[in-house]
Nanobody, 123 residues
Framework: QVQLVESGGGLVQAGGSLLLSCAASGRTFSRSMAWFRQAPGKERELVAG????????YYSDSVKGRFAISRDIAKNTVYLQMNSLKPEDTAVYYCATTPNFGVVVGQAEYDYWGQGTQVTVSA
């Protein structure tokens, strides 16, 4: 069993920054982590992923160069630093984990999810 708890969402103006955190507990050894988001009326999409040791990282084209994912294995926490935020980044952001070592794009591979944290970017 793995438990994931996100924090750090909120309301920010366009161009601003937010830092999301995801605290993991339970059997997290060797698991890769990722952040997804779901905007109103849209499907959930992968934003960024990081492998177990942090050696492999994935970003969607929409956030590349603006967002940065990182993980602290000792603290069992994964972060998403979001800079230069745009109104189109508004969504509920979810932390998720997969038992795979490497970054996985397919949502079906993720077996544990957090409850989500709202990010709202005003124009």
């Amino acid at each position: 069993q793995v438990q994931l708890v996100e924090s750090g969402g909120g309301l920010v103006q366009a161009g601003g920054s937010l830092l999301l955190s995801c605290a993991a507990s339970g059997r997290t050894f060797s698991r890769s982590m990722a952040w997804f988001r779901q905007a109103p009326g849209k499907e959930r999409e992968l934003v960024a992923g990081v492998s177990w040791r942090g050696g492999r990282i994935y970003y969607s084209d929409s956030v590349k160069g603006r967002f940065a994912i990182s993980r602290d294995i000792a603290k069992n926490t994964v972060y998403l630093q979001m800079n230069s935020l745009k109104p189109e980044d508004t969504a509920v952001y979810y932390c998720a984990t997969t038992p795979n070592f490497g970054v996985v794009v397919g949502q079906a591979e993720y077996d544990y999810w957090g409850q989500g944290t709202q990010v709202t970017v005003s124009a």
